[in-house]
């Protein structure tokens, strides 16, 4: 089922003409030391008149959509994260990808970025709405534990982009995160620009049901909506994918329609309902019988893929409106019993290991009394 | 005197956070100063989305001088005597000696609540100020009251502190030096920092004054009241602009200056074509995802204009404006979508699917809530005599009052329930009475909010709230405390005033025994004893009519009617007839402030009655039945004349009920003179058994003709 809350349609605004003129390209990392030894009458003087308010300035806009990527990844790169990849297996959200859902747990330190196919069946529009999709990125950041100048730091990765937080007016606004069906929660904001909802940033308090000792911070931004803000079009398939070194401009739809159109009909329509309740109740059975495996202990990777197939065949079932409201809740009750096995299963495992991450100093933090 | 200036800085802290922590501060630190024994001056508490500031005046350098007796055991336990008469310390005396470090020389004794115990003076200097404050911060942090805290970082290892957002600096100033405070994994100092966007250099500040001026600098404004004004002006300007004004929402405006620290509204514009869809869609659309102001013109029509408030200080407003525009037609566009395909088929095709939608796991889904509701409505609907025509609009009303919660609109936005309900159904042709009984089946729909205005929605909310009482009552969770989940004491309310509105006369104790019997007929509930049932909910009714009752009095001038209520409610007939309680609460009420003084003695003279006749029938003496011809006095005669002359009036025809009751109340008025003469001249209790029935049987009727009208003995004398 969906890790957050229904992808809201997407929107953009108009080039930012304050962010073109723009001076530097790389205003991040030295921001708040500069913002901190000046006295803001000197700014204002230093500073070019449309940003003359603001702490920083921003890149000029990124123009297409790998840039986006590609400069999201750079800066969260920089920033000590690990760069790795898409989780083989369908998920509604990059928060159900290991590398978050596992990882959130325990004193090991933690820090990753990646993009995030997510697949949500029930959003299909049969590539006819320009906002909504069955199939999106999302670009997930984790940082375990969460820094104390994360806002500042994520703030930077929009200036990275060519989003100016005073022109566009970047807001907090309070989001508090819950998935029943991870047992996951979570304290935060939504994160607006002109009103619009560009990333989902928050503290994960809970996962799997269980407390997290160290907090990691999550940054979900919504790469689509990003793109169309910062190339200001109207439609997703319209945005620039990217444009090649002889001139020519590759779309979004020239990558993706086709696929929007022919999922939608699958999820809606063709979808063999009795095959998919016979895997769920297989993939079921099989994560179950994988987390109780004695030797060499569960196989807590494979169930928890096993776990997210399940899930991904339910929201297929919704999308083909074959699941009562009444079953709805039994469903997501079968995954959240998965998912929580995994959680406690992985957490047992790295236990076992000693925390093979954790470094001297929290180790002595986190466990107590261990050989570190 | 020095001033305490602390400002607790955090990443954006939640708008419905703000105020009560920020009433909290003011209290407890006002209180933990006294506590201290400092003395100071006001204490007050201001805050904006990324702080908390409390600034108390005129705090004493120094606390007051300590100088306090402390008890010990009693002497005898503390002390032992020896042979030789030595007195030596026991190990309980020896132990108080240690807790309070304390030596035996300090001892004297004192006559204690119990005998003479052991005691000594403590005394404590009064220590500077500055030392004792970190502490007491310190101590008040913690219990700043947060619905939901969070951790960060490794906070919940290394500090243990947890708090609405995490803490990113700490003011704290004390006469103009900085304080050492520890909350979180921040230590206070002297620096602040503006808005974060357009000052976030740190500054160091030594005074209050400087510190405002810091923040004015710093594009912060502090003052919420200041800020709520601000929009308020500054948006309305706008509104104008687009040729109306805001549409008041004062809670929309209570979030909306907790979202920002300075307000920098901006007017957006969008298509007139939308304003083809509900006005209340179009609202919630705006107030609910986006915390956008509306614009209405001088009749309250929509106008195509809205008002966002913005963080900073756009240098791009134009565009600020168009992107914000674009979110919002986005939105639109969404609720258009839902809009029109809710149209696609009727109202009333959604009552198969509230089959799917579980109103409560023990009371079953929303279609047999339906269920019990017409039943009961129906019931109650012919209880009052409606006509046939009536009573079929009331019917179906209750089978199609659910039938919008499984629109596409109403899952999006859940208070539209009712709204969107009476919009359908005037859609699909349903007669106009059916239409906007569905929307007023929820009315009152909060604390102080308008009642419904036909039977429909009255006959049909009575029974949806009578049920949900029932059956709430019935799975035995019942609200306690604060804790009422199910808004149970709501629904009561709401009941009371809908009923007592409309004037139903019907028994409310016959309404529950239905509506309990609505349930077993659907197998539900069974387990539960129906009588045990009914009783509860009467009683948990009862409960909530009272204030019902003090309020309308209330409402017409007549305060502090509580006394009067109590009597009325203990009437012959209980709270069972709704609108006649409430009748004779108005015609009593009314008399004592007609009265005053005069009210005061009837009411003596009323309750003098009462508590002779309840000694008589405790001494097992049983009142017979009056018979005239036994009368001596002239008193008793004259008052037996008066009485059979109310008596045979009887109940005039053809006045309303509020007539009624109030010539009861001046009838009753009128035969004071007449028992207070009979209670100067005769003797009750005479010594001729014959007369002293007589007696007691004509104070019985009188008390019959009373407690129609109310218990005296409730009144209140004292005025």
Same mark, same amino acid.
């Given at each position: ?7 809201? *349609?997407?929107k953009?605004?108009?080039a930012?003409?304050?962010a073109?003129?723009a ?52 800066? %969260?790169?920089n ?13 509604? *959200? ?11 747990l325990?004193?090991?330190? %933690?820090s ?43 703030l ?16 907090f ?17 939504e994160? %607006? ?13 809970q ?33 620039? %994918? ?13 990558v ?27 993939f ?39 699941v ?6 039994g ?11 995994? *959680? ?5 495992s ?23 | ?17 703000? !105020?009560?922590a ?20 006001? =204490? ?8 908390l =500031? /409390? ?28 042979? #030789? ?17 304390l ?6 004794e ?5 005998g003479?115990v052991i ?10 100020a ?42 704290a ?16 100092g ?14 160091? =500040? ?11 600098r710093?594009? /912060? ?34 979030i909306?200056?907790?979202?920002v ?30 915390k ?25 407003k134009?565009?600020?404006?168009a ?13 258009a979508?839902y ?11 959604g ?33 009052i005599?409606?006509p046939?025509p009536?009573?079929?609009g ?19 936005f ?11 159904a ?9 239409? /906007? ?5 929820? $009315? ?12 429909e ?9 009578l !049920? ?5 009552l ?9 804790? !009422? ?19 139903f006369?019907f ?6 025994t ?10 539900k509930l069974d387990?539960?004893?129906?009588? $045990?049932?009914?009783?509860?909910t009467?009683?948990f ?7 019902v009752?003090?309020?309308r ?26 609108? !006649?309680?409430?009748?004779?609460v108005t015609?009593? $009420? ?23 006749l309840?000694q ?5 003496l049983?009142?017979?039945?009056v ?30 009920l509020?007539?009624?009751?109030a ?18 001249? /005769?003797?009750?209790?005479?010594d #001729? ?19 129609e009208v ?10």
């Open positions: 089922m969906p890790a957050k809350k229904k992808q809201p *349609a997407a953009k605004r108009p930012s003409a304050a073109r003129r001076p530097s390209k790389k205003p991040a990392r030295a921001n708040k030391k500069v913002a901190t030894a000046r006295t803001p009458a000197a700014r204002a003087k230093a500073a070019p008149p449309s940003t003359r308010f603001s702490s920083s300035t921003a890149a000029p806009p990124a123009t297409t959509f790998q840039e986006v990527i590609l400069r999201l990844q750079r800066f %969260w790169a920033k000590g994260c690990l760069i790795v990849q898409p989780t083989r297996t369908e998920v509604g *959200a990059g928060t159900l990808n290991k590398h978050t859902f596992l990882r959130v325990g004193p090991e330190p %933690w990753v970025a990646y993009v995030e196919p997510s697949s949500r069946p029930a959003d299909g529009r049969y590539g006819e709405n320009p906002n909504r999709l069955q199939h999106y990125y999302q670009f997930q950041v984790i940082l375990k534990p969460s820094p104390k100048d994360i806002q500042e730091q994520y930077d990765s929009l200036r990275e982009l060519g989003i100016d937080p005073v022109a566009f007016d970047v807001r606004v309070e989001d508090d995160w819950e998935h029943p069906a991870l047992g996951a929660a979570g304290l935060g904001w994160v %607006w620009a002109q009103g619009m909802e560009v990333t989902q940033f928050t503290y994960f308090q996962c799997g049901g269980l407390d997290l000792p160290r907090v990691s911070v999550e940054l979900t931004y919504g790469l689509e909506r990003l793109a169309m803000y910062l190339q200001n079009v109207e439609n997703v398939y319209d945005l620039v %994918w990217a444009q090649l070194p002889s001139g020519q401009k590759i779309s979004y739809g020239d993706h329609k086709q696929d929007e159109l022919e999922w939608s009909h699958y999820n809606f329509k063709h979808a063999d309902t009795g095959t998919l309740f016979a895997q769920f109740n297989q079921e059975a099989e994560a179950k019988r994988l987390l109780d495996v004695a030797e060499p202990g569960a196989l807590v990777l494979p169930a928890y893929e096993h776990a997210l197939k399940c899930s991904h065949a339910f929201n297929v079932l919704q999308a083909r409106g074959v009562s409201q009444t079953e709805r809740a469903y997501i009750g079968r995954v959240r019993d998965l998912a929580r096995g995994c *959680a406690e299963r992985y957490l047992a790295r236990a076992a290991r000693g925390f093979p991450m954790l470094t001297g100093a929290d180790r002595a933090l986190f466990v107590e009394g261990s050989h570190a | 005197m020095p001033e305490l200036l602390f400002e607790i800085g955090c990443e954006e802290l939640p708008a419905g956070f703000i !105020d009560p920020l009433a909290f501060l003011e209290g407890a630190i006002d209180q933990a100063l006294t506590a201290a024994r400092l003395p100071h001056g006001r =204490v007050l508490a201001e805050g904006t989305p990324r702080r =500031v /409390v600034i108390v005046d005129d705090v004493a350098a120094r606390q007051a001088d300590l100088e306090e007796e402390l008890q010990g055991p009693p002497a005898s336990v503390a002390w032992s005597e020896g042979a #030789d008469g030595t007195r030596t310390l026991t190990a309980a005396g020896e132990g108080f000696l240690k807790k309070n470090s030596v035996a020389g300090d001892l004297y004192v006559a204690g609540k119990k003479t005691a000594a003076k403590r005394r404590e200097a009064g220590r500077p500055a030392d004792v404050l970190p502490a007491l911060l310190e101590g008040v942090l913690p219990k700043i009251p947060c619905k939901k805290t969070m951790s960060w970082g490794d906070g919940r290892a290394s500090h243990k502190q947890v708090f609405a957002r995490p803490v990113q600096w700490l003011l100033l004390f006469g103009g030096r900085a304080l050492a405070v520890r909350f979180a994994d921040v230590t206070s002297h620096t602040t920092r503006g808005h974060r966007y357009h000052a976030p250099a740190e500054v160091s =500040v030594t005074s209050v004054s400087q510190y405002r001026a810091a923040l004015e710093g594009q /912060v404004v502090l003052d919420r009241a200041e800020r709520k004004q601000m929009i308020r002006d500054l948006a309305d300007r706008l509104a104008k602009q687009a040729g109306g004004g805001l549409l008041p929402d004062e809670p929309l405006l209570e909306v200056k907790n979202l620290e300075k307000p920098f509204p901006v007017l957006g514009r969008f298509e007139e074509r939308f304003l083809e869809m509900p006005k209340e869609l179009l609202v919630s659309e705006m107030r609910e995802h986006q956008y102001f509306a614009v209405v013109d001088g009749a309250g029509q929509l106008r195509p204009a809205f008002v966002v408030v913005a963080g900073s200080d756009s240098p791009q134009d565009a600020l404006a992107g914000n525009a674009r979110v919002l037609r986005a939105r639109f566009e969404d609720g979508f809009f029109r395909t809710d149209r696609e088929r009727p109202l009333a095709a009552a198969p699917r509230l089959k799917d939608m579980v109103f409560q796991r023990e009371l079953g889904t929303l279609a047999e809530k339906t269920e019990r509701i017409q039943a009961l409505a129906t019931h109650q609907g012919m209880r005599g409606l046939q009536v009573l079929v009331v019917f179906r009303t209750a089978a199609l009052c659910k039938c919008d919660l499984v629109t596409g609109v109403v899952n999006e859940p208070e539209l329930q009712g709204i969107m309900g009476r919009t359908y005037r859609h699909d042709g349903e007669p106009e009475v059916v239409a /906007v009984g569905i929307e007023e089946h929820y $009315a009152p729909r909060h604390a102080g909010a308008s009642l419904p205005t036909g039977i929605g009255a006959i049909v909310g009575i029974a949806d709230r !049920d949900t009482i029932v059956g709430i019935g799975i035995g969770k019942a609200p306690t405390g604060s804790a !009422d989940p199910f808004a149970l004491r709501r629904a009561a309310i709401g009941c009371a005033q809908i009923i007592i509105a409309q004037r006369r028994s409310l104790e016959d309404a529950v239905f509506a309990v019997s609505a349930y077993r007929t659907q197998k387990k539960v004893d129906p009588v $045990a049932l009914i009783r509860s009467v009683e009714l009862r409960g909530r009519v009272r204030g009752l003090v309020e009095a209330a409402a017409q001038g007549l305060t502090g009617a509580e006394d009067i209520v109590d009597a009325a409610m203990a009437a012959r007939g209980g709270v069972d007839d709704l609108p !006649d309680v409430d009748a004779r015609a009593l $009420a009314r008399l004592r402030a007609d009265q005053g003084a005069a009210f005061v003695s009837l009411a003596a003279t009323f309750k003098r009655v009462g508590n002779i309840a008589a029938r405790q001494k097992g049983a009142p017979a039945a018979d005239p011809a036994r009368l001596v006095d002239d008193a008793e005669r004259a008052l037996y004349d008066a009485l059979t002359g109310v008596e045979a009036r009887g109940a005039p025809t053809g006045v309303d509020a007539e009624l009751r010539r009861g109340a001046a009838d009753l008025a009128r035969l004071r003179p007449s028992v207070d003469r009979f209670f100067d001249k /005769v003797l009750v209790m005479a #001729d058994p014959a007369l002293r029935d007589a007696r007691l049987g004509l104070l019985a009727r009188l008390e019959d003709q009373l407690v109310a218990d005296f003995t409730k009144v209140q004398l004292e005025a």
